[in-house]
């Protein structure tokens, strides 16, 4: 078994906000970063997959392949983007970067070849602050 | 006259949008490209404050550290650090929040609460790979 890692990076802005609760109580939970008016971070995402060299490439998968669906499925839709409001796969979810690191998995899942297995999304909201995912 | 530089890293994390009023949204798009995205975007910002003298010969510092870690926190952070550069912060109010134009904003800033005998200059990270210093 080789695990086989591409890193990614994209940049949003984003507010963690529930709509079911008032204002006090989404400063009181969420404190500066219930901002009205959005912030923002640089996130850096690592995308590992696992499973046996093919005998024929030597490779897993084309990691220039990888690379691709990655940024069709994930970059474009949310580099320099407003997370909260212009990504479908987070509409109406909480735009934590637990919730966003799930949905980079469900995005991924459903594009990579049956024969590819996703191990970990591995995402930095900063330098300091990442979550992974290991699909359950 | 044996000049040593010192050196403070703060960071803060924003959003903000690329955008000039006087252009329309196809010229702003143009000229500026996905920065430009109506709903902003955002970035953790890393600045690095660099002030140069002689150490003093009583103490051995330039500048004592902590001072300057208070100013830039009470100057910079608390200013800019999970807020929307363009809507919450009256500098950018009409001043295009550029990493260029964030790094002279801030040297202003901190310009004023540090002794005029030091030298200063600030180098601003958008991303990793984005930086800019100024004075150049």
């Known amino acids: 078994m080789v695990y086989l890692t591409r890193l990614e990076h994209f940049n949003a802005a984003h507010r963690l906000f529930n709509p079911g609760w008032s204002k006090e109580q989404n400063e009181t939970v969420f404190g500066k970063c219930a901002n009205e008016n959005w912030h923002g971070h640089n996130y850096d995402l690592y995308v590992t997959i696992k499973g046996d060299p093919d005998p024929d490439t030597g490779f897993l998968f084309d990691v220039k392949r990888l690379s691709e669906i990655i940024k069709e499925q994930v970059i474009e839709k949310v580099d320099h983007k407003n997370l909260n409001l212009d990504v479908d796969f987070l509409q109406g979810k909480m735009c934590s970067t637990e919730n966003l690191a799930i949905g980079i998995w469900q995005q991924l899942q459903e594009h990579l070849p049956p024969s590819v297995a996703l191990h970990c999304i ?15 | ?13 924003a959003a903000h949008r690329i955008f000039n009023p006087a252009w329309d949204d196809k010229k702003n798009f143009e000229v500026f490209g996905k920065c430009s995205n109506p709903h902003y975007h955002g970035h953790n910002y890393e600045l690095i404050v660099k002030v140069v003298g002689e150490p003093d010969p009583e103490t051995g510092y330039v500048m004592d550290m902590k001072v300057l870690s208070v ?10 650090d999970h807020k ?53």
């Open chain 1, 122 to 136: 591995k995402l930095y909201e900063t330098p300091r602050i990442y979550v992974e995912y290991f699909g359950s």
């Open chain 2, 1 to 13: 006259m044996k000049k040593v530089a010192v050196f403070r890293k703060e960071h803060f994390n």
């Open chain 2, 71 to 80: 100013i830039v926190r009470e100057e910079v952070v608390e200013r800019f």
């Open chain 2, 84 to 136: 929307n550069l363009n809507l919450d912060t009256k500098e950018f109010g009409s001043l295009n929040p550029t990493a260029e134009h964030i790094a002279m904003v801030i040297y202003e800033l901190l310009r004023a609460r540090i002794d005029q005998r030091l030298d200063l200059q600030v180098r601003l990270h958008e991303t990793e790979r984005n930086f800019v210093e100024y004075p150049a």
